[in-house]
């Protein structure tokens, strides 16, 4: 589903943030990718549905080159959902118009359709309340559970999230890793960038470790909890893990 | 000194003052404000662009009015518009514009560049997470600037363009210089007609005034309710 092979990316002219990155993400898999702040993670994710340029190599999107300047990337984006740190939910549109939006604009969905399938959603993460609340009026933990349904609502192919739980109280996050381990049962395609470990220990498949723009290590799940090869993803997990 | 004074003048005139000189006045600011405005946000987003020769076109625009006096600017335009509707049109001789089309041009041009400054101070208030959440849903430029950005941009801007429009509202006293009968103009043709020009000129001084005070507290009132409703 997701193709990254050899992929440079340089800000200015010296300064290079990921260096040589390869990997994948097959069709109904979970990887979580982790590393040290710093490390290009994030943007290696936002590279994927090119919110992030980069200079070399290739990335292949459900059969679709990301980087080929012939490629529609409005359209491309569309079928991929994403959700980011902060939230980034529309502040001057309600719960229910920031799920409508897209829908309607994007997919040329007729506003009842479009209402229809974001009040299902809404449902789903259990906001149908907050339906027409604004979303300053929502805690972290809700906003967060909205802008995934706001990526669900465009039915997508592959789920990206950046951190989606990082800028969040300790008692919201698990109400937003619930929402996202019943999104893995049901066998979306997702690359998840996070410090959760408990999650990726709960439902990824593969585990990617990243330091210093590069892919340190690619595993499978128990083989990266359970003996991580190189020193940096030991001393990264010691860390993460010891308290 | 006040013994002198007539201030029946101002009873006698009002109509004209008013029906005539303020509404050409309140059309001007209006017509001038929402040109502005439109013309304006052009110019934030060209300047905005990553296109380097379309952001040092706007920027020399910007600079090139914002150094001009407003007078001269009315001035020129007054008498270069018809050459350049000529020029345009292939005409043989100048086009003939009418004072009130020359000036809302006029106006129209002048305002931009301040409204561009203001329209681009709102848009990068904005935060680069929005446009990307736009991006990544599939929105192409113009309609994540059109239904995420702008909208946003609007909002924290209101008070400061409202305030400018005030500022433009007094502005618009200038284009007696063309001898137009805006408020400023008719006062003044009252004034010299009838010789009162002590009573004439406070009294439009008074309207600006009132007028501007008034519209003032209602930008306070306004920036007060915004604050709250975030």
């Known amino acids: 589903m997701i193709e990254i092979s050899h992929v440079n990316k340089w800000y200015g002219p010296t300064f290079q943030v990921l260096k040589d990155c390869t990997t994948s993400v097959a069709k109904g898999e979970v990887v979580v990718v982790c590393g040290p702040s710093g490390s290009g993670k994030s943007t290696l994710i936002k590279c994927v549905n090119a919110l992030e340029p980069f200079q070399e190599g290739q990335i292949i999107l459900d059969g679709i080159k990301v980087n080929d300047p012939k490629t529609d990337l409005p359209k491309l984006r569309a079928r991929v959902g994403m959700v980011f740190q902060h939230f980034e939910l529309f502040p001057h549109l309600r719960i229910i118009e920031n799920l409508c939006l897209a829908q309607e604009k994007v997919l040329g969905r007729s506003h009842d359709e479009a209402v229809a399938k974001g009040n299902k959603l809404l449902e789903r993460v259990g906001l149908t309340v907050h339906a027409n609340k604004y979303p300053a009026e929502l805690s972290g933990g809700q906003q967060q559970r909205v802008a995934i349904a706001r990526a669900l ?11 989606p739980t990082s800028a969040l109280d ?19 395609t997702m690359m998840v960038v996070t410090h959760e470990m408990g999650f990726a220990s709960k439902v990824a498949h593969r585990v990617i470790f990243m330091d210093k723009g590069e892919i340190v290590e690619d595993a499978l799940k128990t083989d990266f909890f359970g003996s991580p090869r190189s020193e940096r993803a030991q001393k990264f997990l010691s860390k993460i893990l010891s308290h | 000194m006040f013994d002198n004074l007539d ?12 029906l005539d000189g303020m509404s050409f006045t309140l059309m001007l600011t209006g017509l001038s404000a929402l040109g502005g405005l439109v013309f304006g946000t052009l110019i934030a987003l060209m300047r905005l662009s990553s296109y380097r020769l379309l952001g040092s076109i706007a920027g020399l625009y910007v600079d090139f009015m914002r150094s001009l006096p407003l007078v001269l600017v009315i001035f020129w335009f007054y008498f270069l518009v018809p050459y350049i509707g000529q020029w345009l049109t292939g005409a043989s001789r ?7 089309t020359s000036s809302l041009v006029t106006f129209i041009m002048f305002e931009a560049a301040y409204f561009s400054e203001i329209m681009r101070a709102g848009i990068q208030s904005i935060s680069k997470g929005q446009p990307a959440a736009a991006s990544a849903l599939g929105l192409t430029y113009a309609q994540s600037m059109r239904y995420i950005v702008l909208p946003q941009a609007f909002r924290n801007m ?73």
């Open chain 1, 170 to 188: 300790p008692e919201m996050i698990s109400e937003v890793l619930d929402v996202m381990v019943d999104l893995a049962h049901e066998g979306m």
């Open chain 2, 7 to 18: 201030f029946d003048v101002i009873r006698r005139s009002l109509p004209y003052l008013f």
């Open chain 2, 158 to 230: 209101l008070p400061v363009l409202l305030t400018q429009t005030i500022v433009l509202f007094q502005d618009t006293s200038l284009v007696y210089v063309l001898s137009i009968p805006d408020f400023l103009g008719a006062a003044s043709k009252v004034a010299q007609r009838d010789g009162r020009l002590v009573e004439m000129y406070l009294f439009a001084a008074a309207v600006y005034f009132a007028i501007s005070c008034v519209a003032s507290y209602g930008v306070r009132r306004l920036q007060a309710r915004i604050a709250i409703v975030r």
């Open chain 1, 153 to 163: 609502a465009m039915d997508p192919i592959a789920m990206l999230f950046d951190e």
């Open chain 2, 94 to 100: 100048p086009i003939r514009v009418g004072a009130f």
